[in-house]
Every structure is written in C-alpha cells, then in structure tokens.
C-alpha cells in the first residue's frame, strides 16, 4: 500500500464514489459542504492523500492538524475494497505512512453512530471512544462518536 499527496483527478474519482445501502451516507456527494471542501484543491486539507494498492486507488486519507501532537482524520475507502476484511491493513498501514511524513502522538476521527462495521475496525486498531454528539450533515441531525488513539 502507499500514500501519496491526492492529485485534482484522484479527489473527482473519489467524489464520484457511491456506495450500497445505509453506507450511501458517506458518498461524497451526499453532503454539498463536504463535497466543496473535498473537491476543491484550495480549501481541501493540504494533508490529503490517496492510497494506492498496485495501481488501484484503494482509499484516501485527509489530515487535519489540532495541537501540535494532534491531528483529525478523515478518511474512506473505495466502494469495491469495502466489507472484505481489508480495513484493518488500510488503517494500520496507513497510519503507519501518515507517521513518517508528520509528528503526531493522538489520533482523533469521527464515525457516525450506525457505522458499526467501522467503529469494529477503529477499536481493533486501537481506538477508543471518547464521546458522541449530534453534526448536521447530508441534510438532518446525526449522532457521531468521536473515537482516539494515542501513539506514542
């Protein structure tokens, strides 16, 4: 697996991304706020980057940085890679990838409420819930669990 900086091309693929059932919450489209950050190169984390298996483009994450040992992320996988058993190697390698181009001791990320095959995947990498709360996304309300990992 690698990671490197997301190019304009690979954030149009990733936006054109839908996925089945309950997860077509998190198409990228189904939120016009997300969508704008997300596609456009100026207000996109400049912490963002895609994730290659061979040459297919398996994922992305997006880093957002808080305190100077924190950073937020954001991240997906494309629709076909879902639901295999493959989360936990795109979690862990990535994250492995994310800490030799920045410092970080915690690890912050948000997953909505219903996402349980996530949230499985999150604690198995060794994340912990912290709280939920209510974000208003993709038109409505919706419970989020905020889950951290501390690293070093």
Do not use: C
């Not at 489209?29 to 963002?48: N, Q, V, W």
Request: charged share 30%.
């Amino acid at each position: 697996m690698e990671l490197k900086r997301i190019t304009q091309k690979e954030a149009e693929e990733i936006s054109e991304w839908q996925y089945e059932g309950e997860y077509s919450f998190y198409d990228m489209k189904a939120d016009p706020e997300d969508y704008e950050e997300f596609i456009h190169e100026e207000t996109r984390s400049p912490y963002t980057y895609s994730v290659y298996e061979g040459d297919d483009l398996m994922g992305f994450f997006s880093v957002y940085k808080g305190d100077e040992e924190t950073i937020s992320i954001g991240l997906g996988m494309h629709p076909e890679w879902t639901g295999k058993g493959l989360g936990e190697s795109f979690i862990r390698e990535g994250l492995d990838a994310l800490s030799k181009e920045l410092m970080f001791s915690r690890i912050s990320l948000a997953v909505a409420v219903f996402n349980k095959r996530a949230i499985a995947v999150y604690e198995r990498t060794g994340f912990v819930p912290v709280h939920t709360y209510q974000q208003k996304t993709n038109g409505a309300s919706h419970a989020f669990l905020k889950m951290e990992k501390v690293v070093r």
